[in-house]
């Protein structure tokens, strides 16, 4: 390998690191705004009510009745 090589960085590799390095806190907000939505407590009995009063699909949705 060359002395002269250099690392190659995509584009987009380039704008996130200078992305963090003007906003320090950035991953910090986005861990944030997860907690909002996503990372929350499961209740596994509601879920299991939920499966157990699910109601199978017709095999064709859209007939009215048998034939």
């Known amino acids: 390998m060359p002395l002269f090589w250099k690392h190659y ?9 200078e992305l963090k390095a003007k906003r320090p806190t950035l991953e910090a907000e986005q861990r944030a705004g997860r ?23 017709q095999p064709y949705v859209y007939q009215t009745g048998p034939k």
């Open 9 to 17: 960085q995509s584009e987009v590799t380039q704008f996130i690191a």
């Open 35 to 57: 907690a909002l939505l996503w990372d929350k407590p499961q209740d596994r009995e509601a879920a299991a009510e939920y499966r157990a009063a699910d109601v199978p699909q």
